[in-house]
């Protein structure tokens, strides 16, 4: 077979080989590493992988691409499972307010957070919106991440500009080399306007507005951001059930500042993944393990919001939850698009090592978003999404922090960004 692109003598091929499935425990670990390693792509599919020479019936010619691995450490792309790509604006404003110690509570019961980025959201074109999130997928690609999850959220009771949210990111998925996966996540705020009756928005997500995304085909999971002053327990559930009704995976942003119950409710939905968690209980965490729900950890969040407290990850993993790890990028609690430093922040602050780390960006990062068969380990059959780092291992990478180590991505077989330094 012809191989089309070969990446030859790579001193760190880290392949994630193993079940494709989310990696808990010891297989965290576990992250198959190859020293002078060897890949080879045909098309948009890897075809070999392995140390030293290609076999005999990998066929080279002078058409094959060849890419020198020499003081190189290679990854599988990198997944950003949580992120709120598409919005309107920016929240610098709320710096001075963050400074003094206004909380993100307050700062949300006094009108400004997330309700300043609905109204930008709403305000903002089509192509505005698609605009100022193709800057930030640029930037992703540019870290390595070469397949995003983008949630609605900034319409709330706007029907329209959630419907614009999805459309943004769907258009985005066609044009640019980075694949996204939408959520459907209205159920991101209480809108003002029903303050004092939350249960009259939640019924009309539940029967105006799940059915209709669902029937344009336009988000693969549902999302409620279940906190106190948001949306409870109860509401919640309503509505994810009716989003599993509709055919979409669930999600839940869990436990992020009070613990409510959000780990145990998404064991008992069997959601995909639980995200934040950071309050989340004992009994919570042991739920989820049970039933196989991924813990998605946004460390950079905790970091943003400067409360000092983040996810018990270690605690989590001894669990025997399975963990991913992302930006949860968005213009108020953590405006960056750079997982890299995320990946340092989960090492350095919530103590995973390197190998937790890689593993809960790539396999795991994809079980999150139920494309493990398809992306987040570099064996044979699977879509060719690659990073080339220019490190000489991977604890390097998360030691030497806040900087871009990419030398080269490459999307489905082809080199999508170089390093042009
Ligand atoms: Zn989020």
Redesign the pocket.
């Known amino acids: 077979m012809k191989a089309t692109l070969v990446i030859k003598n790579i001193d760190n091929l880290i392949t994630l080989k193993g079940e494709n499935k989310a990696r808990t425990k010891e297989k965290l670990r576990d992250i198959g590493i190859i020293n002078n390693g060897i890949i080879a792509l045909n098309g948009e599919k890897i075809i070999y992988v392995g140390e030293g020479n290609l076999p005999p019936h990998i066929v080279v010619d002078e058409d094959t691409i060849v890419l020198s691995g020499v003081g190189k450490t290679v990854t599988p792309g990198l997944i950003d499972s ?1 992120t ?1 790509l598409v919005h309107g604006g920016s929240r610098e404003n709320e710096l001075a307010m963050k400074l003094k110690g206004v909380s993100y509570l307050d700062i949300l019961a006094a009108g400004g957070g997330i309700h300043s980025t609905v109204k930008a959201t709403k305000e903002a074109s089509f192509d505005e919106l698609y605009l100022k999130a193709k800057k930030s997928l640029d930037i992703m690609l540019s870290y390595g991440v070469t397949t995003v999850e983008a ?1 609605s959220g900034y319409g709330i009771d706007d029907f329209s500009t959630e419907i614009k949210q999805l459309e943004v990111a769907k258009k985005l998925d066609e044009d640019h080399p980075i694949d996204i996966v939408s959520t459907f996540m209205a159920a991101h705020a209480i809108p003002s306007k029903y303050k004092n009756n939350p249960d009259e928005f939640v019924d009309i997500i539940i029967e105006d507005m799940i059915p209709k995304v669902a029937e344009k085909k336009l988000a693969k999971f549902c999302d409620v951001f279940c906190e106190e002053g948001v949306f409870s327990i109860e509401q919640s559930r309503r509505i994810l059930l009716a989003a599993k009704e509709h055919g979409m995976g669930l999600k839940l ?1 869990a436990d992020e500042i009070k613990p409510l119950g959000g780990a145990e409710l998404a064991a008992e939905l069997n959601c995909i993944t639980a ?2 968690l950071i309050a989340a209980s004992d009994k919570g965490i042991k739920e989820m393990a049970a039933k196989g729900v991924i813990a998605n950890l ?1 460390p950079g ?1 905790s970091f943003n919001l400067q409360t000092g407290k983040f996810a018990r990850a270690r605690k989590i993993i001894e669990e025997g939850v399975a963990i991913a790890i992302s930006t ?1 990028y ?1 213009p108020g609690s953590c405006p960056t698009e750079n997982l890299l430093l995320i990946m340092s922040f989960a090492s350095l602050i919530m103590k995973l090592t390197p190998e937790e780390v890689i593993t809960a960006v790539t396999i795991n990062g994809a079980a999150a978003l139920g494309l493990e068969e398809k992306v987040g380990s570099l064996e044979v059959e699977k879509q060719a999404d690659i990073v080339i780092f220019d490190a000489p291992n991977l604890e390097y990478i998360i030691y030497h922090f806040g900087i871009n180590h990419v030398d080269k991505v490459i999307k489905k077989g082809k080199i999508v960004y170089e390093k042009n330094i």
Do not use: R
Request: avoid cysteine; glycine fraction near 0%.
């Open positions: 949580h709120h949630k942003h995200d934040h946004l969040t949860d968005n």
